[in-house]
C-alpha cells in the first residue's frame, strides 16, 4: 500500500489538537500575571505587517501548491502554470496552458466526472513523487514539477483522469481515465514519457461501477451510496489490488490484465499475512440503520470463501494470525478459519455490543455495552467480574489503555478511574463522576505521565503510580462558555484548555495562570473554522488512534506474527522484492521525502482548508480589530505569542505555509504575497 512507507518520513514534532491554539504560556509571577491581565484588558493589538516579497503575475492566480521537497510554489492562472522559487524570487520554469490545452468538449463526459470527487482538484502533487497532476479545463496533465516536464497529456486521447496513484516500488503511475465510450486503467512510466499498457475497465453502459444507476433506487440515492465507499491501492510482488467506487480489481501489473473483479461494492479490504484471503468489509447506511458485513475472498480467483458474510450493527475489532482470524462485533467476539468460517472458540466471550477491543500483551481488553473485561487468547476471562466504566452504552469512551504500575485506566463521558491490570480490582472504590453534558478535555504530561482530565470547569489529576484518589486541583476555573471546550494539552507544566472562546493556562497546582478570551470572526470565518477542526483535528500525547471517542464504534485490525506479538504496520505485505525496489526509489528521491504526505502535506487535498499547522506554529483565522476583517494570525505554541498578523481580504483565502521555512504565501488576486519568518 502506498502510505506504508511513512516510516521514512517520520514527523517528530506533534501536531496540536485544537485549531485555537492562542496561548501565553507564562511563568506564575506577579509580575508577569498583571501583564497578562493588561494584555487582555487593553486588547493590545499587533500591527499587521506588509508582505516582505510581492511578485505579480500576469493575471489573477487562481491556485497555488506548495512543492514540500524544495519549497517551490507551483502557481496557476487563466493562461500559464508556473514554479516560483521563493529562495531566488524567480520563475523557474512556465508552462503555457494553451500549448497544452484541449479543445474537445463533451457533455456526457463532464457529467461523468461530477461523480468523482477526485478530478476537482487543480494541482495534485502525488504523494512520495516528484510529479503532480493539473487540471486544466479540458484535459489533465501530469508533469515533473522540479522541471516543469509534460510527461503525460489526455488531450490526445480526449479523456480525462480521475485516479493517479504513484507506484513507488516501480517508479510508476498508475492512472484511471475516462473517456466518452470507457473507462481505462493505464500505467504510465514518467521516465519513459510513455504509456506501457492500457486496459479498459468497462464501457460506460456495461461497467459495474455505473450499473446500479438503473436499479430501483433513485440517481441521487444510488450515487450517495456510491461516494461512501474509499478507494484503497495495494501493490504486492506483480499483483494490483485497487477499488475503483467500492468495486475491487485484481491487476497484472505485467499486462495490466484484469484477473478478477467484484460485481458488488466494499468499503475496505485487507490481505492476510501469507496474502492467500483477502478480508472484505462493508457498510450500509440507511436513515434509521447501519450494518456492516465481513467475509473472505480467495486472493486468487475473487471468490468468496464463505458462504453467508458475518452481517452485524458494527465491526469493532478484526485480528489476522495467518491461518485464522479473530473478529469482534456488535453480538459476537470469537476466532474463525479462513476456510470455513467456523467458530474455533467454543463459546464467544462475554458480553454484548462489544465496542472497543485493545490488544496488550497476550490478552484482549474490550467494552462490552457498558462494561470492560479481560480474556486471554483462548477466549477465558482473567477478571473475576466486569467493570462498569460508563452509565449507557452509547456513552463515549475517551481514554482506555494499559499505562504505568501495571494498571488500565478509563475516562468516559461519566466516569474516571483505574484498574489493576492483574487482578481487574479498582484502585479507587469510588468513580471520579463526570457531567457528561459538559465536555470532557483529556491530556497527559509527558514528563510525569500524569494523565489530566478537564471537566465542568474542573481539572482532575490520575497518577498511576499514586494510591491517591482523583480530586479536583484548585477552585473552579470561571469559564464563559464551558461547553465550546475542545482539547487539554500540558506544554512545560502548564495545563492548557482550549476552547471556542477560551484559552486557559493552569498551573500543577490549579491555579490560572493565564485566560484569554478569543473573538470568532465572521459567519463565513467561523464556517471556515469548523470544516477546518474536522482537516486539522489531530490526536496528541496519550491520544492515540485507539483512544478516541468510540460512541459509533469503528474497527481496528491488527496482525500477529508467528511469535503471537502484534504486527501494529501491515509492511509484511510487501514482498523482500517489493521493499528493495522501493528503497532505491526513496534512495534516488531522498530529497522528496523530507515532508511527503505527512500530517501538514500534500497541502492542496483542502483548497480552502482555514488552517494549516505545523510543529512549531499555529496558524488560525480570527476576527480582525475592525468589523468583521479577518486576519491570519501566527502563533507559537510554546508560549502562545502572536508573532504575526495577516490581513485576509476574502473568505475563502489561497495560501500555502511552508513549515521548512515558516513563510507563508498569500494570494491577491494577481499577487502572491510573501510573508518570511519574523
Request: hydrophobic fraction near 35%; charge should be positive; proline fraction near 2%.
Amino acid at each position: 500500500m502506498l502510505h506504508l512507507f511513512d516510516k521514512y518520513q517520520i514527523i517528530k514534532e506533534k501536531i496540536t489538537q485544537s485549531f485555537f491554539w492562542l496561548t501565553f504560556v507564562k511563568k506564575n509571577t506577579i509580575k508577569k500575571l498583571l501583564l497578562s491581565a493588561l494584555l487582555i484588558a487593553t486588547s493590545i493589538n499587533y500591527a499587521q505587517r506588509q508582505a516582505d516579497v510581492v511578485t505579480k503575475f500576469d493575471n489573477n492566480i487562481e491556485s497555488i501548491s506548495l512543492v514540500p521537497a524544495t519549497g517551490d510554489i507551483i502557481v496557476k492562472d487563466k493562461d500559464i502554470i508556473s514554479s516560483y522559487n521563493p529562495t531566488t524570487n524567480q520563475t523557474t520554469w512556465k508552462i503555457v496552458k494553451k500549448d497544452y490545452q484541449s479543445d474537445f468538449k463533451s457533455t456526457a463526459l463532464g457529467s461523468i466526472l461530477m461523480h468523482f470527487e477526485e478530478v476537482a482538484t487543480e494541482i495534485e502533487i502525488l504523494p512520495k513523487s516528484p510529479y503532480a497532476k493539473i487540471k486544466l479545463d479540458d484535459n489533465d496533465l501530469i508533469i515533473n514539477i522540479f522541471n516543469g516536464d509534460v510527461i503525460f497529456n489526455t488531450k490526445e486521447s480526449k479523456s480525462r483522469i480521475i485516479k493517479t496513484n504513484y507506484i513507488i516500488e516501480d517508479n510508476a503511475i498508475l492512472l484511471l481515465t475516462a473517456n466518452e465510450s470507457a473507462f481505462n486503467f493505464e500505467y504510465l512510466s514518467p521516465t519513459d514519457k510513455k504509456t506501457l499498457w492500457s486496459t479498459q475497465v468497462g464501457t460506460q453502459e456495461k461497467m459495474s461501477v455505473f450499473k446500479t444507476i438503473t436499479s430501483s433506487l433513485s440517481v441521487k440515492e444510488q450515487l450517495s451510496k456510491l461516494t461512501q465507499a474509499e478507494d484503497i491501492i495495494l501493490k504486492v510482488d506483480n499483483k494490483l489490488y485497487i477499488t475503483v467506487k467500492g468495486f475491487l480489481f485484481n491487476l497484472d501489473l505485467n499486462s495490466g490484465e484484469i484477473k478478477w473483479k467484484t460485481d458488488y461494492q466494499i468499503n475496505d479490504f485487507y490481505l492476510s499475512q501469507n496474502l492467500e484471503n483477502i478480508i472484505i468489509i462493508n457498510k450500509e447506511k440507511s436513515l434509521l440503520s447501519t450494518k456492516s458485513s465481513l467475509n473472505i475472498l480467495n486472493a486468487n480467483t475473487g471468490d468468496k470463501l464463505w458462504k453467508s458474510d458475518i452481517t452485524t450493527k458494527f465491526l469493532s475489532y478484526i485480528e489476522d494470525w495467518n491461518d485464522r482470524i479473530l473478529i469482534a462485533h456488535n453480538t459476537g467476539f470469537n476466532f474463525y478459519s479462513y476456510g470455513d468460517g467456523k467458530k474455533i472458540w467454543k463459546k464467544d466471550a462475554k458480553g454484548k455490543s462489544i465496542k472497543r477491543v485493545i490488544p496488550i500483551d497476550n490478552n484482549y481488553l474490550y467494552i462490552a455495552d457498558t462494561e470492560m473485561n479481560l480474556i486471554n487468547q483462548e477466549g477465558q476471562p482473567k477478571w473475576k467480574k466486569f467493570i462498569e466504566i460508563a452509565d449507557k452504552s452509547d456513552d463515549e469512551i475517551y481514554f482506555l489503555d494499559k499505562v504505568d504500575n501495571n494498571r488500565v485506566l478509563y475516562l468516559t463521558d461519566t466516569y474516571g478511574n483505574m484498574v489493576d491490570y492483574t487482578s481487574g480490582k479498582k484502585i479507587w472504590k469510588r468513580n471520579v463522576k463526570f457531567n457528561k453534558n459538559r465536555p470532557l478535555a483529556v491530556g497527559q504530561d509527558e514528563n510525569t505521565k500524569v494523565f489530566l482530565a478537564y471537566n465542568n470547569k474542573k481539572i482532575y489529576k490520575f497518577d498511576p503510580n499514586s494510591a491517591d484518589a482523583p480530586e479536583p486541583i484548585g477552585d473552579k476555573i470561571d469559564v464563559q462558555n464551558d461547553k465550546l471546550i475542545t482539547s487539554l494539552e500540558v506544554i512545560d507544566g502548564v495545563i492548557c484548555i482550549i476552547g471556542q472562546n477560551d484559552v486557559i493556562g493552569v498551573g500543577q497546582d490549579g491555579n490560572v495562570i493565564y485566560h484569554n478570551t478569543y473573538k470568532e470572526p465572521g459567519e463565513a470565518g467561523r464556517r471556515l473554522l469548523k470544516s477546518a477542526s474536522i482537516a486539522g483535528n489531530a490526536y496528541m500525547g496519550a491520544m492515540n488512534a485507539k483512544n478516541q471517542a468510540i460512541t459509533s464504534a469503528t474497527y481496528s485490525v491488527s496482525y500477529r506474527n508467528a511469535n503471537g506479538q502484534v504486527v501494529e504496520s501491515k509492511d509484511y505485505v510487501f514482498s523482500e522484492k517489493d521493499r528493495a525496489k522501493a528503497q532505491k526509489t526513496l534512495n534516488t528521491q531522498q530529497s522528496l521525502m523530507n515532508d511527503l504526505n505527512s500530517t501538514i502535506t500534500p497541502l492542496v487535498q483542502s483548497r480552502f482548508n482555514a488552517l494549516k499547522q505545523t510543529a512549531e506554529y499555529a496558524y488560525v483565522f480570527a476576527r480582525g480589530t475592525e468589523g468583521e476583517t479577518t486576519q491570519l494570525v501566527k502563533v507559537r505554541k510554546k508560549d502562545g505569542k502572536e508573532v504575526d498578523k495577516i490581513a485576509i481580504d476574502n473568505n475563502r483565502p489561497l495560501y500555502e505555509i511552508d513549515p521548512i521555512t515558516s513563510s507563508i504565501y498569500y494570494v491577491y488576486k494577481n499577487e502572491l504575497r510573501t510573508f518570511k519568518e519574523k
